[in-house]
């Protein structure tokens, strides 16, 4: 319907214009007494009005033409290729608004692939959390199984209890990894950062590895001015840094060390987890922060392979980094950077 007024519209307006010209021309034509002058007069308005319909030909043609283009070109893109003809550093209108829906285009196409890497995330997140519970939930009702149906020594019911305790003790830290992963991934958790001494944050983290590099007799040393303060967070801060330890103590053998460093710079305060370990290849840097990542030398330790992930994405939210610097069989250096 509009589609058609506008039709009726242009077409009242020509009739009109073409009498209005044509009443010009009569005016003209009665009020000049010689012939040969109205008949000069008569073709220059005969040839200014052919020149107008030319023109208004040509415009209604580019329009035209522009209107091809534009279709052509979204016929191009939902179709999934790059249109023909298209010369993005043309100055024309067409070149500009192409230019536009070009843009338009990348940004869609760019949300379909993030959707989709979203959705490969998602599925392989399932996957790892499935493989992760499996083993201590099949280890549980073996057990638990084998008691029901067998009359056992005490002993050996203890020893199956203890079993058992351990792999609760799994699947709860694995839980509590995973709830904390996903909070700081959705950014539910909040960071209150404050002017804290370092090395109250260090000793809180140091408590959680002191039993287990104890019973490994490992060597733990810590050099940090006790003076020194930090604008950042302790509880997560602490957090990160025992998820650093941790994995320290687990992968330096019998009769190794483990220290923390602190060292502050003009911009940043530097902590240096270092430890006499096995060590981590070059090209393996990045991906120990991934998720759930795991060495294949490594696969037999305890472990959900979280732990790097999380001191990760601690001290970036709290405009900080973490470096690694590592020689396999010598050792790792584990480096985190906090805003002075």
Not at 67 to 79: G, H, I, K, R, V
Not at 117 to 145: C, E, W, Y
Not at 184 to 213: N, Y
Request: charged share 20%; aromatic share 10%.
């Amino acid at each position: 319907m509009k589609h058609r007024s506008m039709t009726v519209m242009r077409s009242g307006m020509a009739v009109v214009s073409a009498a209005l010209f044509a009443g010009l021309v009569w005016l003209l034509w009665t009020s000049i007494p010689w012939a040969a002058v109205r008949f000069g007069v008569l073709a220059l308005c005969a040839g200014i009005y052919g020149v107008v319909i030319l023109w208004a030909w040509y415009q209604r043609r580019q329009v035209s033409l522009f209107a091809d283009d534009l279709c052509a070109t979204l016929d191009a893109l939902m179709s999934g290729r790059e249109p023909e003809g298209y010369r993005p550093y043309e100055d024309s209108l067409t070149a500009k608004v192409q230019g536009k829906l070009m843009q338009y285009f990348d940004i869609m196409s760019e949300g379909q692939r993030q959707s989709q890497r979203d959705k490969q995330t998602i599925q392989s997140l399932v996957s790892d959390i499935s493989h992760q519970v499996k083993t201590p939930i099949a280890n549980i009702r073996m057990f638990t199984g084998i008691l029901r149906a067998h009359q056992l020594p005490p002993e050996k019911q203890a020893e199956f209890l203890a079993t058992m305790d351990g792999q609760i003790d799994k699947l709860d830290f694995l839980m509590q990894s995973l709830i904390k992963m996903s909070r700081l991934e959705t950014g539910t958790f909040t960071l209150h950062a404050e002017e804290a001494r370092l090395s109250d944050t260090i000793a809180r983290a140091m408590s959680t590895v002191w039993a287990g590099a104890e019973a490994k007799d490992i060597r733990l040393s810590v050099q940090c001015d006790g003076e020194i303060t930090v604008q950042h967070d302790p509880k997560w801060t602490a957090e990160a840094l025992a998820n650093l330890l941790d994995n320290a103590v687990k992968y330096t053998p019998e009769g190794g060390s483990v220290s923390v460093t602190v060292r502050p710079w003009q911009f940043y305060t530097r902590i240096d987890v270092t430890d006499t370990g096995i060590g981590i290849p070059e090209e393996h840097y990045n991906d120990v922060f991934q998720r759930f990542y795991r060495a294949p030398e490594v696969a037999s330790q305890e472990g959900v392979g979280l732990g790097l992930y999380l001191a990760n994405g601690i001290i970036t939210r709290q405009r900080g980094y973490i470096s690694v610097r590592s020689r396999p069989g010598q050792g790792t250096t584990f480096s985190v950077y906090l805003l002075s």
